[in-house]
């Protein structure tokens, strides 16, 4: 065969060689098992075929040398193993007819007797389970609880001899054993019947108690449907699921009960033929009949027996997740991995996933909640429970995904919690699943899935992208929950080196950095302190002060591929980091020769990054922070024309300012009406520090109404934790709530407090013209819209500034929404109008910040197929 196989075709073709494989060692085991009885094997087959009272030395003599034991024991194997090779299956010694055809004939009475069973056992389990289910606690509940719990542990020949007794022996309605007419299968059918039953009735009774207590049959409830009518509609399907999933297992014990049950009705079928062989030391029919029936049919459950039990559900063939991770690695054939996803995504489409209940998501609203309309935003973002995702390609991720990682690390979308579903803006994109690996390899084996599969993954490091799209993903999606992963791997204090995963928050890391003596620390930043570290330097954030080019200090990504490739993107590329000198985690110098890789994983959605180097700043000896306060009519233009000039003599770091309009200074709770300036300096000793406040003064104080300094060391002259060292204080948060008229409280939760809130974050020119322009034109946005705006820079270099545009306004307030939105838009489109394009886009950004130019579009598109051919991760968010 080609090396181009469909993968599934290779796992089956795999499969098969472990079977054969079992079957010759088991094949071995049974045939050295046989021989090691006690007892002459030529004697005992001899006295099966002529009755021990004839039995003379000769025809034992005789059918010695006829059955070939007079041959040295290994002669007799080689000889054996060669003709099962071959597929023949030889003749019973015993009987003389050929081991298939005894089979076969009596496969057909065990394979009647086994369906019976199964049937039987059924038409009992399903109605009593779901009429116990139906009243757990009941009356019927109880005793059939206690029925099932005595009959399952009561061995089946026990039930059997109790059947015989009362009803062939005493009654006299049925015959006690043997086989001639249908009535000889009763007793052994209802056997097997009664201890199948004493577990399928207890898995049929909890299916429906937990179905009956989900929250999606309660919400039907809620909808108005009545309890039955919401069970039988929402509830059966779900309840059919173990149950469908037990009876494939219950296969296995179908074949078990078969040796006791065949032997104790004298039912000839492969269990009693086994037996008889063994007694009998017919070599032949005993070994084929226990490996060529009895074994593989039992190995085949429950494995493989779960395969028709997931087509029953529309689900793939079930593949174990290294399986899949074995077939998804690294690329062996031309086609590559995207072959291997069974619903491939349309290329070009703005959703590249076949949603299909999308369009059924809009009419279940309209059924739940009438027309969209105003006021109905917050329903509309909520979570609907008959959004279930039953997507095949999402489903088959589930299950693998399931394979993949402990139990509690997967919430369905039914189980993910509001913290998932909710956002600070109208936002459609929905968790279709939680997955929170627990280490980097379980996470990658999720990224793995989801590019096999087709299905869509978004990563979260800690879901604190409030006013960029929250917790949500930019198009259906599930969520890895990459919080788990929050181990420091490495730090280096002599360098100022730290590996980190993408759970390592801000404060955690400064709390680690404090510890070991804070002679390193992480540029604080005006975001969360419990947001991810790792994630504010993907999204390419800004921290205060040298060194606060988050981006430019992260090197060395562990990414995780769609593909099931896990790419180092630094010095690995060469053999290791070792050959910059550093240890194998820490390399020291961040860009290898030929292409700079993690631009690929900044803001793309291309791969997920389970952990990166970052570079950290040394902690200056002296540090203060400097207000100028430019007053409610700055003079701008002459303002930063100094501030540039300041960057760039190396008096301030370009990092080191920051630009605040009045709105902000408020919403921020910093205190001041007017425009505010504010510098972060610092120095290897007062002098130094002196020099440079002078310096800044020099340039800065005429325009400003008032300077305000602040230093990092209290009155006895000790430092203090400020930001200028690395404490980011969360201050800043309070403007989330700049809309809602009041203050978070200690655990201020913005996406389920109600708290409207979007982030533009345009590129504007360090030029008092420029800004002028850019706030002239918030104005206008949102002059009649329902909404705070708040206006905030960070100088990047002499040239440039990142803008920060912050609209906050009520979600609970009617219309606020759509106004608020409105206003966005318009702001987004006036912005690049003016030449500001954004530098960071939120997922209300996409829309209304699209890549215009044909040629970026379509080169993005090429690298997404290239480093994500499914277009399985974050789906939307790059175009
Ligand atoms: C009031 C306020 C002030 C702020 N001030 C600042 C500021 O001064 N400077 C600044 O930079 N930001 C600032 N922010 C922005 C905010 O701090 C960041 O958006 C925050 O760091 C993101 O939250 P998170 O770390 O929990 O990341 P998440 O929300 O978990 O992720 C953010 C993004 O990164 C992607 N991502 C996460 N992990 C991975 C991964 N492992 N691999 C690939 N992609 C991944 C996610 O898909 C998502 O798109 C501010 C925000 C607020 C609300």
Redesign the pocket.
Known sequence: MGAVTHPFLRIVRARLGQAVMAAAVLATLCFGLIHALPGDAALRIAAARVGEGRLTPETVARIRAEAGLDRPLIVQYGAWMGRLARGDLGRSPVTRRPVAAELGSHARHTLALGLAGWLLSYAVALPLGLAAGLRPGGRLDRVTQAASVALASTPSFLIGIVLISILALSLRWLPPAGFRTSAHMVLPAATLALGLAANSVRVVRHAVVDVRGAFFVTYAQLRGLPEGAAFRRHGLRHAAVPVVTFMALQTGFVIDGFVVIETLFAYPGIGDLLVRSLLARDVPMAIRNDRLAVTPLKNATPETARDPARRLYGLPPRVRITDLIEEVGPRRDSRGPAALSPAPPRRGSVRPMAWSHMASRRHLLEHACGPPREGCSEFAHDFRPDMTPDDPAVAAALAAWRDALAPESVLSALEASHAYRRGTFPWDGRPLAVLRPRSADEAAACVAVAGAFGAPL??????????????L??QDAAILD?AGLDRVIALDMARGLARIE?GV?FAALQDRLKREGLAWHLPS????P???????A???????GPGGD?FAALWDLD?ALSTGERLRTGSARFGGAQASGATADLAIHPRPAGPTLEGL?S?S?F????AATIALQPTPAFAEAMLFDLGPAPRLGPALAALAGLIRDGVVDPMGAALWDGAKRRA?GAGGDGWGLSLALSGPDRGFLAARRRRALRALRPWAVEVLVEGDRDATGRRRETPLTGFSDGA?????YAGRGRRPGDAGD?DADGCG?V?LCPVAPLEGAAVEALAAAVDAATAAAPVVAAL?F?AQSARALHG?V?LAWDRAQPGADAAAMAAHDRLAERLIALGMPPFRRGWAGLAAQPIADPTARAVLARLRAALDPAGAL?PG?TL
């Open positions: 978004h990563p979260v490091a800690r879901g604190r992208s409030w006013g960029l799209g929250s917790r993903p930019p990459l993408p928050t930043f005006g975001g969360p419990d947001a991810s570290v790792l994630a504010n993907l999204e390419r954030g800004d921290g205060a988050r990414v994983f803001q959605g791969g997920v990054v389970l921020s800043n948060l309070a403007s989330l913005p809130f982030w905030g960070q920060y912050s974050s968010r």
